[in-house]
């Protein structure tokens, strides 16, 4: 995946059936996301007053947008005072070909990537490799995937769709035949560390995204728990940090109140395990850290978005916790959305900065608009909102059938006598309604549906007979 679709000229009826069908895949995500979700609420009942801080979230959120060009300019003025260097990248395209002169220029072959979901954005592993790097993802989801020339199923655990007896598959392909490895996951994390230790010693370039940029201090803010990042950024002579321009904050006040809710949202965590803070390359006095730190600021589609009605999906933190309550995501997985991000957040992102392909317009129509994903978000972002603002673009393009057939069901029921007449017409035809899901322009509506029966008579009908 270079930045595009992943399953371009598939349609989401396709992906969705054939997800549903996996049993073992729903099997997998049903421990998972119960498992984070559950973790979610105890978490957030150790707070004092978990709303509050919800709402100061999304004030601070709005704050940091409405400045956000003077928030950025202030972090990469830091950035380069502490000795860094800062690239703005409009698209996935130049983010790429920045980070490839980079490791052109250092003279760079072994490439160690932390967890990056904006790097996913961009493909640039495949980048890398096409220049003659060698990349190995550190994560030890992203490195399960990347074995299994997969794409990651959810934002925070990658290889979520997968249980242990896959995974012990995919990583017996590097044991090879001198080592026959069982499905324990302690074992299996103790290969994967062996094979991945190595890796971080001979790595010249190491990679990561960000969580959050600081611009009181011009600092980088990573969150983990597998120690994984604080190698990459450690151990290599050169790191890279590729950072989507909205992942910031103005001060660390700010910062502490995205730090409280992360965790918890995410993986029912007080705090990660691993809080990374990055301030410039290493210093004449220390003994660990990169020669030289570059920070990408990634646009790729996000400044389009600033200003309009959908404007708050900027505000995201990437915890995962309106996947682990959705009940689409819950049964289909990410994969199942096609591209990078999924879930209700991916649903609103991907049309927006996946927009030109036509698999991506269809995703906000895979949410129920329950309002689950809002109640989970940890700044309170108005998904289902943006779902249906979604859907009012796409409508406005739909052919003059459709509308026309749309305006008409508006305008009868818009009116009382109308809406009755069409009620009663329904009752005659609800014989009909089996024949009906088989016309022409209704099949793929109704595949997959139980269409429902209209009752004989009508509630008005029965309240006036008095039989309610």
């Not at 959810?154 to 044991?175: E, K, M, W």
């Not at 290599?236 to 006040?253: A, K, N, Y």
């Not at 990660?272 to 030289?292: C, H, M």
């Not at 014989?431 to 209704?442: D, I, W, Y």
């Amino acid at each position: 995946m270079t930045g595009g679709f992943s399953l371009a000229g598939t349609t989401l009826r396709d992906r969705t059936a054939g997800a549903t069908r996996d049993t073992r895949l729903r099997q997998s995500l049903a421990r998972a996301v119960v498992r984070f979700a559950d973790g979610r609420a105890s978490a957030l009942a150790t707070l004092h007053d978990p709303e509050g801080l919800r709402r100061a979230a999304r004030r601070m959120r709005h704050e940091v947008l409405a400045d956000l060009p003077g928030v950025l300019e202030r972090f990469a003025d830091k950035v380069l005072a502490a000795g860094g260097h800062v690239h703005w990248s409009p698209d996935a395209a130049d983010a790429n070909r920045y980070v490839a002169e980079v490791a052109r220029r250092t003279g760079a072959r072994t490439v160690v990537k932390g967890k990056s979901m904006a790097t996913e954005e961009t493909g640039l592993t495949e980048a890398l490799e096409a220049v003659g790097c060698s990349v190995v993802e550190t994560d030890l989801g992203e490195w399960i995937i990347q074995l299994a020339h997969q794409t990651p199923s959810h934002i925070i655990a990658p290889a979520v769709h997968l249980d242990r007896y896959q995974i012990r598959d995919i990583l017996q392909q590097v044991a090879g035949r001198e080592r026959t490895l069982d499905a324990e996951p302690e074992h299996l994390a103790a290969f994967a560390r062996e094979q991945l230790r190595a890796r971080f010693l001979q790595a010249d370039l190491g990679v990561t995204g960000c969580n959050l940029g600081v611009a009181e201090t011009g600092s980088i803010v990573l969150v983990e728990n597998e120690g994984n990042g604080r190698l990459t950024t450690t151990a290599p002579r050169v790191h890279v940090v590729v950072m989507g321009l909205e992942r910031i904050v103005d001060t660390w006040d700010q910062a502490d109140l995205v730090l409280n809710l992360l965790a918890r949202s995410a993986t029912g965590q007080h705090l990660s395990t691993y809080t990374n803070i990055i301030t410039g390359p290493r210093r004449a006095d220390e003994a660990d850290g990169p020669d030289e730190l570059h920070v990408v600021i990634l646009d790729n589609g996000r400044s389009d978005v600033l200003g309009t009605e959908l404007h708050e999906i900027l505000n995201c933190i990437r915890c995962g916790a309106c996947l682990n309550v959705c009940p689409v995501y819950r049964q289909v997985g990410g994969h199942a959305y096609g591209w990078v991000y999924s879930g209700p957040v991916g649903a609103v992102l991907t049309p927006l900065l996946a927009a030109g392909h036509p698999e991506a317009a269809e995703l906000p129509n895979a949410s129920t608009l329950c309002g689950a994903c809002m109640d989970a978000c940890p700044v309170g972002i108005p998904l289902q909102d943006l779902l249906l603002a979604l859907r009012r673009r796409r409508a406005d393009t739909a052919g003059a059938a459709e509308q026309a057939a749309w305006r008409a069901w508006a305008a009868a029921w818009s009116r009382p006598r109308s809406y009755r007449v069409s009620l009663r017409a329904a009752s005659l035809a609800r014989s009909l309604a089996p024949l009906t899901a088989r016309m022409p322009g209704f099949r793929a509506w109704a595949s997959g549906r139980v269409a429902p029966v209209p009752a004989a008579r009508t509630f008005q009908q029965r309240w006036k007979a008095g039989e309610v």
